[in-house]
T-cell receptor, first 114, second 115 residues
Framework: AQSVTQPDIHITVSEGASLELRCNYS??????LFWYVQSPGQGLQLLLK??????LVQGIKGFEAEFKRSQSSFNLRKPSVHWSDAAEYFC????????????FGKGTTLSVSS | GAVVSQHPSRVICKSGTSVKIECRSL??????MFWYRQFPKQSLMLMAT?????????EQGVEKDKFLINHASLTLSTLTVTSAHPEDSSFYIC???????????FGSGTQLSVL
């Protein structure tokens, strides 16, 4: 079945440490890939997206993600986490069909410890 | 950049009443808008796809008579929760944009609490 999987429900990282949030998808063709961040009670903010081309994508707030076709993955990374990065992170895809809505993973809650 | 405006941001209503949520694209025309629902500490689940000038397409398990969607213009889609009950309490969020998410923008969401 087609799906988006975020294996980690909750991650705690020390401030200043590096971060990697995992995302795997299972679609026949390469979908469009997104990472969003959501603070409590807030809407979604787009961190970055991948459509084609360079598989390492730079986003806002110092985030980057790497698309690996062989692993069907699109993991989000940040070299040094700040306390303000604590939030819910969602990986999302648009399957290879025009006009189709985003399908979201279940999300990963990031906590940052001092 | 493009902005999607969603109102109200928060609404509290009594059980049995109807609530209308608006989603507007402020500086672009949105032929397609999407409505999502998010329960606490859960992911966003697509409820329906709203197409300007035609009927909305609902996802499996979503009651179209309860969640009325109207997309009468290229800049406005509305979601009406009819005869709301406490189990309808949730965070509703809309998105609008073009093909395959290339120009997809999200509203700020509406927190609905039904007493």
């Amino acid at each position: 079945a087609q799906s988006v999987t975020q294996p980690d429900i909750h991650i705690t990282v020390s401030e200043g440490a590096s971060l990697e949030l995992r995302c795997n998808y299972s679609y026949g063709a390469t979908p469009y890939l997104f990472w969003y961040v959501q603070s409590p009670g807030q809407g979604l903010q787009l961190l970055l997206k991948y459509f084609s081309g360079d598989t390492l994508v730079q986003g806002i707030k110092g985030f980057e993600a790497e698309f690996k076709r062989s692993q069907s993955s699109f993991n989000l990374r940040k070299p040094s986490v700040h306390w303000s990065d604590a939030a819910e992170y969602f990986c999302a895809v648009v399957p290879n069909q025009a006009g189709t809505a985003l399908i979201f993973g279940k999300g990963t809650t990031l906590s940052v410890s001092s | 950049g493009a902005v999607v405006s969603q109102h109200p941001s928060r609404v509290i209503c009594k059980s049995g009443t109807s609530v209308k949520i608006e989603c507007r694209s402020l500086d672009f025309q949105a032929t397609t808008m999407f409505w999502y629902r998010q329960f606490p500490k859960q992911s966003l689940m697509l409820m329906a796809t709203s197409n300007e000038g035609s009927k909305a397409t609902y996802e499996q398990g979503v009651e179209k008579d309860k969640f009325l969607i109207n997309h009468a213009s290229l800049t406005l889609s509305t979601l009406t929760v009819t005869s709301a009950h406490p189990e309808d309490s949730s965070f509703y969020i809309c998105s609008a944009g073009g093909d395959r998410g290339e120009k997809l923008f999200f509203g700020s969401g509406t927190q609905l609490s039904v007493l």
